[in-house]
């Protein structure tokens, strides 16, 4: 089974994201990012790790000074999809 998406640094705790067979790569990250999106951030660092072909990846993005939540999100989130480009989650 592979290893979940997880990001951490949000209100509630973690959010791990697992594979559900059959969908694809592209849909379970999708599921994920739709989860964090609406999840608010508990401080000023978020983190997210995945399980790929070359290891385990981890993205850390720094809230920048007077960033709303939703921007820290989004820019999270697009920091962790590039990386997933060249380092896609293992199914």
Known sequence: MPTPITTDGLEGGPISTGYLPPESVS???KRHDEDVLAST???NELRTSWASAGG???VRTARNPGES???FLDRHIISFLVL???EPPAV
């Open 27 to 29: 849909e379970w990250v």
């Open 41 to 43: 951030p508990a401080g």
């Open 56 to 58: 385990t990846q981890l």
């Open 69 to 71: 939540d939703t921007d």
């Open 84 to 86: 997933m480009i060249e």
